[in-house]
Nanobody
Framework: QMQLVESGGGLVQAGGSLRLSCAAS????????MGWFRQAPGKEREFVAA????????LYDDSVKGRFTISRNNAMNTLTLQMNSLKPEDTAVYYC?????????????????WGQGTQVTVSS
């Protein structure tokens, strides 16, 4: 089992920034693809960003490209999502997830472990 714990969510005004973190334990973090997903009330969980095991490969949803940056620190077993220029439509619960197969994916069903989520609210 891999345990994932998100932190860093909160309330921010439109145009502001937040930095989400995900602490991993229980498995070899560097062996896993990591991703961020989000789920707004009444909507499906959707892909935000993913990062390869070495950190060199990244993948973003078009809605966050240029505003969000995903990164990882394999020595510290942490995943980060830097979110800039936030918009009200970014409001959601944000989840980190891990995938054992070393192929980036945007599909939530491809991910094996999930955190409990952290709330991000962007006011207009």
């Amino acid at each position: 089992q891999m345990q994932l714990v998100e932190s860093g969510g909160g309330l921010v005004q439109a145009g502001g920034s937040l930095r989400l973190s995900c602490a991993a334990s229980g498995r070899t973090f560097s062996s896993y693809i990591m991703g961020w997903f989000r789920q707004a009330p009444g909507k499906e969980r959707e892909f935000v960003a993913a990062i390869g095991w070495s950190g060199r490969s990244t993948l973003y949803d078009d809605s966050v490209k240029g505003r969000f940056t995903i990164s990882r620190n394999n020595a510290m077993n942490t995943l980060t999502l830097q979110m800039n220029s936030l918009k009200p439509e970014d409001t959601a619960v944000y989840y980190c997830a891990s995938r054992q197969l070393r192929v980036l994916s945007m599909k939530k069903n491809d991910y094996d472990y999930w955190g409990q989520g952290t709330q991000v609210t962007v006011s207009s």
